[in-house]
T-cell receptor
Framework: AQSVTQLDSHVSVSEGTPVLLRCNYS??????LFWYVQHPNKGLQLLLK??????LVKGINGFEAEFKKSETSFHLTKPSAHMSDAAEYFC??????????????FGAGTQVVVTP | EAQVTQNPRYLITVTGKKLTVTCSQN?????MSWYRQDPGLGLRQIYY???????DKGDVPEGYKVSRKEKRNFPLILESPSPNQTSLYFC????????????FGDGTRLSIL
């Protein structure tokens, strides 16, 4: 079975300091992984995706994520947080097994608070 | 502008009164999907569709129906809404493929009294 676990429900950082959002997945095959961001009263916006071409993936707004197969992790980082990064972030895996082709599984989300 | 449009954005209604939430995309995407978002649970998939007349259940399909008569539209139907269906709903679409990102609508907040 596939699953996604976001290890932190809330993360608080100061503006200008690094951000780390942790995501672990379980999958019996090489997964497709995504990070999305949701600002208040908005839909989800794609930050980046892992496509197996490179383990370090760069996304929009200075975010990047590293796929580590040995640790089954896909953690999201940003070197310097900005006030506009305050939002909820979701780690997502696409299920591609025979009986669940096309299903997406979302982590529970990590709420990021940025303080001045 | 490429977009996924949901209507209504907000709805308060009563138990048992049938309602439909519409979803339309202008990107000619084959794949469309409905999710509900509840605090602490992230997004859970209700139904998805790979193409016209092809739909399948997600993780929480009970109490919902969908149809896909045209490629651009994927309405979500609650035949007899109940309070436990009070939630924030999102429609999304994408090109078919395991690494294709979803394009999300802005959400519909439903309150069932």
């Amino acid at each position: 079975a596939q699953s996604v676990t976001q290890l932190d429900s809330h993360v608080s950082v100061s503006e200008g300091t690094p951000v780390l959002l942790r995501c672990n997945y379980s999958s019996s095959y090489s997964p497709s992984l995504f990070w999305y961001v949701q600002h208040p009263n908005k839909g989800l916006q794609l930050l980046l995706k892992y496509t197996s071409a490179a383990t370090l993936v760069k996304g929009i707004n200075g975010f990047e994520a590293e796929f580590k197969k040995s640790e089954t992790s896909f953690h999201l980082t940003k070197p310097s947080a900005h006030m506009s990064d305050a939002a909820e972030y979701f780690c997502v895996v696409t299920l591609m097994t025979t009986d669940s082709w096309g299903k997406l599984q979302f982590g529970a989300g990590t709420q990021v608070v940025v303080t001045p | 502008e490429a977009q996924v449009t949901q209507n209504p954005r907000y709805l308060i209604t009563v138990t048992g009164k049938k309602l439909t939430v519409t979803c339309s995309q202008n990107m000619n995407h084959e794949y469309m999907s409905w999710y509900r978002q509840d605090p602490g649970l992230g997004l859970r998939q209700i139904y998805y569709s790979m193409n016209v007349e092809v739909t399948d259940k997600g993780d929480v399909p009970e109490g919902y129906k969908v149809s896909r008569k045209e490629k651009r539209n994927f309405p979500l139907i609650l035949e007899s809404p109940s309070p436990n269906q009070t939630s924030l709903y999102f429609c999304a679409s994408s090109v078919i493929g395991s690494n294709q990102p979803q394009h999300f609508g802005d959400g519909t907040r439903l309150s069932i009294l």
